[in-house]
């Protein structure tokens, strides 16, 4: 069983990087728009306090937490637009530190599950690990949205390993969620870390290949860009089309961004 000491921290200092990045913003930036359609910044805090207090409860109460996933499969492309929304129209300050107060319980619970609890999600259920690794992705991604806003450029870290992984390990997932088949044959992914070294993922003898910076495959796992503007590059046709679809993030399939020339 994997320690999950290390994403616990890395969460907590990729959820530090981002506060330092809004936490003195004017109430002017707070409502500034993002990439993200008709949301603001104070949306994409808003939503990351919103699911925050999701993986809280159920870690804390799966009952209660079930009732919210019916919630959430009656209205299952909107439910995240109406949680960011009644989130933005608090005042900023309040906002900031709801999202701050829920991201430390969150931390606390987490830290506090017995070794192999396992909680209910809005897909399969989640370890400890699992689910600090969902919640890192989901910082990372809607900071950079954010960054983007502020016109902020991010120096990528290491951390990017663990959204590495999710993306990776949701490929048949992205094939299943637009009803396609995903492919049996195995697929290698080899990644140059911001350090420089190697990230590696599936046999080495396989036939087909994605392979780039880490930063880019995370961009384009996350649909923060589109694919015609990193440099991910794939052998072979499964693999060609994953990079087409791919998604780190539960939910319906995204639309993605469009290419910059487009934009």
Request: hydrophobic fraction near 45%; aromatic fraction near 8%.
């Amino acid at each position: 069983m994997s320690d999950p000491t290390v994403v616990l921290d890395d969460l907590r200092s990729e959820s530090d990087e981002l506060d330092r990045l809004v936490g003195e913003l004017s109430a002017d930036d707070w409502a500034r728009p993002t990439p993200a359609p008709r949301w603001s910044i104070a949306h994409q805090i808003a939503h990351l306090a919103w699911t925050d207090a999701a993986a809280l409860l159920a870690v804390t109460d799966a009952e209660a937490f079930a009732v919210e996933t019916e919630k959430a499969f009656a209205a299952p492309y909107s439910f995240v637009d109406e949680g960011a929304e009644q989130g933005a129209a608090q005042p900023p300050a309040e906002l900031l530190a709801r999202w701050r107060e829920g991201r430390e319980q969150l931390q606390k619970a987490l830290r506090a599950a017995p070794a192999g609890s396992r909680f209910p999600w809005y897909g399969p259920p989640m370890s400890v690990a699992s689910t600090a690794t969902g919640r890192l992705m989901e910082t990372w991604a809607h900071g950079q949205d954010i960054a983007d806003a502020l016109g902020a450029v991010r120096e990528p870290t290491d951390r990017l390993r663990h959204v590495a992984y999710i993306g990776v390990r949701a490929r048949d997932y992205a094939f299943g969620v637009r009803s396609l088949t995903p492919p049996t044959a195995p697929i290698r992914v080899e990644l140059t870390a911001p350090g420089g070294e190697m990230w590696t993922y599936g046999p080495a003898e396989a036939e087909q290949k994605v392979s780039g910076p880490a930063l880019d495959f995370c961009l384009l796992v996350t649909q923060r860009a589109h694919r015609a503007d990193l440099a991910v590059r794939a052998e072979g046709e499964d693999a060609d089309r994953w990079l087409d679809i791919a998604q780190a993030f539960a939910g319906p399939a995204g639309p993605g961004r469009a290419p910059k020339e487009a934009r």
